[in-house]
């Protein structure tokens, strides 16, 4: 196969982000799961979903260099992972739905990681208490020639940081919810 194909067989257009390929490989990956899926040829379509989505997730990085480098990566896989990649994505086919939601390489395709979405909220919190502290404090230990420089990055510190809380705030709302409906499914 070649990379065209593995993108083609996922859906999805050939400078598709990381997020792109792990949303197009959830949603294949239940459309043709043969424990959901009964058709004949469901089973080797979720075998050549899983290939394409490791390969490029492992190779995603060295797509962007040039076409000597791609054509190692491509012989490289051949030889030493896809095989693999194909004996996992069997073992996948064999196993109920539910089982393999379970395991780690589906849950790695998740788009929203709880600890890292907390993780940046606490971090956008931090960045935009230390702006606003940070300021208070220069205005009671002002210093003489920096009077207008502190204002400027004080104004551009606060909109960046309420920049980051905002987008942080976002994604943890979207989390929360996501979170709320897969325990009401369970």
């Known amino acids: 196969m070649t990379l ?3 993108y083609e067989i996922l859906g999805i257009p050939v400078n598709s982000s990381f997020e792109e390929i792990k949303k197009a490989y959830r949603k294949k990956a239940r459309l043709y799961h043969p424990d959901i899926n009964h058709s004949t040829d469901a089973k080797d379509l979720f075998i ?6 490791d390969f490029l997730i492992t190779n995603h990085e060295k797509m962007i260099s040039d076409e000597q480098e791609f054509n190692k ?9 896809q095989d693999r990649s194909r004996q996992r994505a069997r073992y ?17 395709t998740g788009i929203l990681n709880g600890a890292a979405i ?15 502290l940070g300021y208070i404090i220069r205005l009671r230990h ?12 004080f104004v551009l510190l606060l909109s960046l940081s309420i920049i980051l ?5 976002i994604y943890l709302k979207a989390y929360i919810q996501t979170s709320k409906k897969q325990r009401k499914k369970t």
């Open 4 to 6: 065209t194909d593995y």
């Open 48 to 53: 050549r979903i899983t290939e394409a989505y």
């Open 73 to 81: 990566v491509m012989e490289d896989w051949r030889k030493y992972r």
């Open 92 to 108: 996948y086919a064999q196993a109920s739905y539910s089982h393999f939601k379970n395991t780690k390489f589906y849950k790695s």
């Open 118 to 132: 907390i993780f940046n909220f606490a971090i956008s919190i931090m960045v935009l208490v230390s702006t606003v």
């Open 142 to 153: 002002p210093i003489p020639e920096l009077e207008i420089t502190t204002t400027f990055s």
């Open 165 to 169: 809380f905002t987008v942080s705030f």
